[in-house]
């Protein structure tokens, strides 16, 4: 039997900063709220990291249609505006963190988007007591294409480490930044299993069917303010 799955891949929840601009990339907490209310009026199941995963190797069955919540970056509003909205749906997620730059702000966005702050140690922690698995975004946030191999093994290894060294469970996912995957590179699903990944996330694509997706190479429904999720999910 197939599963079919989608992941919804966010980035900053609510208003922008002081001082900021808006942009495609900020959604509004009403807009959030909405979308999470329709994809379960649709009949999908929001489903957990570890479930997801559990699915994705066969040690257990997926609901029918089910649908995994994901975040880049881990901005501060993840937990300040994200959260609460959330907690309201009963909705599990992930967030994708470049390891390197907890605490700090976007800065591989400069003068691109606005300045914001990322989630420290214990915003994570405060996450990750919240049904949001803390996984991988990199070290610095880096296309993978215009790395070396043996830096993107690096960037693979030392984020894992560094989240493990921190945070109560083990990273077992990887979200590439910018969706970059070097054009699946023959290093790359090596490297990532390698360094002890199961699973790794594009940004494009749609709904997908389970088993037959690469586990290294899932994609993900970029969401924006103007998204029309009832569309982006129809078979
Ligand atoms: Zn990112």
Redesign the pocket.
């Known amino acids: 039997m197939t599963h079919r799955c989608a992941v919804l891949a966010y980035h900053k929840i609510g208003p922008p900063s002081y001082l900021g601009w808006d942009t495609w990339f900020y959604v509004a907490e009403s807009i959030f709220s909405e979308h999470l209310r329709t994809v379960k009026k649709l009949g999908w199941t929001f489903v957990d990291a570890a479930r997801f995963l559990q699915g994705l190797n066969g040690s257990s069955p997926l609901p029918e249609k089910c649908c995994l919540l994901t975040f880049?970056?881990a901005y501060a509003s993840t937990l300040t505006h994200a959260l609460p909205v959330m907690k309201e749906e009963g909705c599990p997620s992930i967030v994708f963190v470049p390891a390197g730059l907890v605490g700090g702000t976007n800065v591989f966005d400069k003068d691109i988007e606005p300045d914001e702050f990322l989630c420290s140690w214990e915003q994570l922690k405060e996450l990750e007591a919240n049904r949001c698995s803390i996984q991988s975004?990199g070290m610095m946030?880096k296309k993978q294409s215009e790395l070396t191999p043996e830096e993107r093994h690096s960037e693979m290894l030392f984020s894992k480490k560094c989240l493990d060294d921190h945070l109560r469970n083990p990273v077992q996912m990887f979200s590439f930044?910018?969706g970059d995957n070097a054009s699946g590179a023959g290093d790359i699903t090596p490297s990532l299993r390698a360094t002890g990944y199961q699973a790794a996330f594009l940004y494009h694509g749609g709904p997908f069917d389970l088993p037959d997706a690469d586990a290294f190479a899932i994609p993900r429904i970029p969401i924006g303010p103007d998204s029309d999720i009832a569309s982006l999910l129809a078979p």
């Open positions: 880049d970056d975004h946030h930044p910018y």
